[in-house]
Nanobody, 115 residues
Framework: QAQLVESGGGLAQAGGSVRLSCAAS????????MGWYRQAPGKQRELVAV???????NYRDSVKGRFTISRDNAKNTVYLQMNSLKPEDTAVYYC?????????WGQGTQVTVSS
């Protein structure tokens, strides 16, 4: 079982930036993709960005051009650089790691964007 530890959430003003980090440890020998989901109050969890082990990236449309996902394979760490933040980006952000037969989740980190 992999453990994911997130850091970097907090409060930002609209137009500001926040960087999230997620470090994976434990049983991660078959780690494939890593990424970020988010869940706002009263809404379903949604995919924000994902990066595969070959570096391919995918973003949800609403964050394209503002968010950048990156990965340091040597450190088993994934990052999410969030720029030009909007109040609608307010949510709990969850890191995830996908393996051949399972998915692991982080505990979540709150990002709050004030207008």
């Amino acid at each position: 079982q992999a453990q994911l530890v997130e850091s970097g959430g907090g409060l930002a003003q609209a137009g500001g930036s926040v960087r999230l980090s997620c470090a994976a440890s434990g049983s991660i020998s078959s780690l494939n993709a890593m990424g970020w989901y988010r869940q706002a109050p009263g809404k379903q969890r949604e995919l924000v960005a994902v990066i595969a082990d070959d570096g391919r990236k995918n973003y949800r449309d609403s964050v394209k051009g503002r968010f950048t996902i990156s990965r340091d394979n040597a450190k088993n760490t994934v990052y999410l650089q969030m720029n030009s933040l909007k109040p609608e980006d307010t949510a709990v952000y969850y890191c995830y790691a996908r393996f051949p037969s399972t998915v692991s989740w982080g505990q979540g980190t709150q990002v709050t964007v004030s207008s």
